[in-house]
């Protein structure tokens, strides 16, 4: 059976959202309430010009009840649940950001950019509606929020198809194929270029709305009734109008975590 929730607490660490999204997805199979509390350890390759691939250790939190929930970046609650279907009002920060500071000067000025052209690309604070459909073939999930936070002001519907396939009692392996779509304003403000960098000699650049594919794979271990490893490497597949962007230098991201908590 499935257990134990980790997600972190820390806003200044974009890419925890990711471990969020991926014990939400283990904690969804299941009805473990209470605090669940640990450390994990957080990664992402680059995908900006001169962006460096970070690993940080985090700390992690969760709370779950029968109609609210607050996993570290994302929270909810429920507005109508049975054994099938499940439909929740949503919010969350986004793991999409940009910080110009920690980019490499040197692999900038190959692209002919510098530092002074640049912005931030701040993390968006979206509120939304996530419906989910069980069966013993999976789980579907579609998700549609917007940045109220002032960041892109822009929409994001996320689409996401998992299976739960227990292989012992104690070790759960949840493969993973999604899509996310980006607005308009989304996609230009994380993948395109700002109007105020156009004005400092950024070649302007809008892809306009994106499509996103990704796979991820996640694994959940139940060392003892209350003690949980959990870990998941995700891949996301940037398209070729992201891509020629010329803030972005890949053409795809990957993010992993591994973590363990206890489930008090």
Not at 3 to 10: A, G, S
């Amino acid at each position: 059976m499935l257990k134990r929730t980790v997600f972190t607490t820390l806003l200044c660490f974009p890419f925890v959202v990711f471990a969020a999204d991926v014990d939400k997805t283990i904690n969804q199979s299941n009805k473990v309430k209470g605090v669940s509390l640990g450390m994990g350890v957080v990664g992402r390759t680059g995908m900006y010009v001169g962006e460096k691939t970070e690993v940080i250790p985090v700390p992690v939190i969760a709370y779950e009840s029968d109609r609210f929930f607050v996993r570290g970046l994302y929270a909810g609650a429920h507005l109508y649940q049975n054994q099938v279907v499940k439909f929740s009002a949503i919010a969350n920060a986004s793991m999409m950001i940009l910080d110009v500071d920690k980019l490499s000067t040197k692999k900038m000025a190959e692209k002919n950019l510098n530092k002074s052209q640049l912005e931030d690309r701040d993390l968006s604070v979206d509120l939304g509606f996530e419906g989910l459909i069980h069966s013993p073939y999976g789980q579907l999930s579609l998700q549609a929020v917007n940045d109220v936070g002032g960041a892109s002001k822009g929409a994001e519907l996320r689409l996401k198809y998992e299976y739960f396939w227990s292989l012992t009692p104690e070790l759960t392996i949840i493969p993973n194929v999604g899509v996310n779509w980006l607005s308009d304003k989304r996609a230009n403000y994380y993948y395109g270029v700002l109007d105020s960098e156009v004005a400092r000699g950024v070649t302007s650049y809008k892809p306009n709305q994106l499509f996103v594919p990704q796979v991820s794979l996640g694994a959940i271990y139940n060392i003892t009734k209350n003690i949980s490893l959990s870990g998941a490497v995700k891949q996301e597949f940037l398209p070729n109008k992201a891509q020629n962007g010329p803030l972005i230098n890949e053409k795809t991201t990957t993010i992993f975590y591994t973590g363990l908590t206890y489930n008090f």
